[in-house]
């Protein structure tokens, strides 16, 4: 499971463009900081005007929604399992619920965060791994 994690994981960073993979060179763009403030702005009511914010957060969400897709389409167990009817808005108000509720955490790295968060709000089944 570990393995798989990281694996996944790579893959994100890689296609999100984070840069460095080193937990402790993590910059405010590839926070837990930035990500809630993006999606801050994507969930807002009324939305937020900045388009780049809510650009930002949406894009981040397709990302890892697609990789994940791609990872089980390639034969790998599920990290989360995705409801039907599911769609980016609900993805980005888990993100701001999970990161709102763990300011702990902001620091951290937004890709370890988002998989974390989709994890708790969207377990698979074990009957289904």
Known sequence: M?????????????VLGSGTTKSDDTSYLNSGNHLLTTCNAFVK????????????????ISA???????YVAVGA????????GYNNGQGARVLVKYLVDHPESLHKR??????????VAFPCDDSED
């Open 77 to 84: 167990s599920p990290l989360f399992c995705l409801p039907d």
């Open 45 to 60: 009511e009324p939305p937020v005007a900045d388009s780049f914010d809510v650009g930002y957060c949406v894009g981040f």
């Open 2 to 14: 570990i393995q798989r994690s990281v694996t996944v994981i790579a893959c994100l960073l890689a």
């Open 110 to 119: 937004d890709i370890n965060l988002a998989v974390h968060a989709f994890q």
């Open 64 to 70: 890892l929604v697609s990789l994940q897709s791609y």
